[in-house]
């Protein structure tokens, strides 16, 4: 089993920035990928990134490439979702999610372990 804990959500204005941070525990070293997903208000779950565990090659959501950087460190078990220049349609709850199934997935179902979700409001 694989737990993973989100953090640094919050409200922040438009053109701002936000750093979400997830935190594996458990079988980490048995994880392929993990990735932020979002999903806003009557939306489907969407994929935003995704970066190899064990790898340096990170993959994007073709209109978040540029504004979102996907990072980790091994050592301590944490991916990274670095946001900027923030836009309210880029309010949604992200998810931390991981998988040990596949490797550069991006469908949700391809994913079998979730975090709880961290909300992120872009308003002013």
């Known amino acids: 089993q694989v737990q993973l804990v989100e953090s640094g959500g919050g409200l922040v204005q438009p053109g701002g920035s936000l750093r979400l941070s997830c935190a594996a525990s458990?079988?980490?070293?048995?994880?392929?990928?993990m990735a932020w997903f979002r999903q806003a208000p009557g939306k489907e779950r969407e994929f935003v990134a995704a970066i190899p565990w064990s790898g340096t090659s990170p993959y994007y959501a073709d209109s978040l490439k540029g504004r979102f950087t996907i990072s980790k460190d091994n050592a301590k078990n944490i991916v990274y979702l670095q946001m900027i220049g923030l836009k309210p349609e880029d309010t949604a709850v992200y998810y931390c999610?991981?998988?040990?199934?596949?490797?550069?997935?991006?469908?949700?179902?391809?994913?079998?372990?979730w975090g709880q979700g961290t909300q992120v409001t872009v308003s002013s």
């Open positions: 458990g079988r980490a070293f048995g994880i392929n990928d």
């Open positions: 999610a991981a998988t040990n199934r596949y490797r550069y997935a991006r469908l949700p179902a391809l994913y079998n372990y």
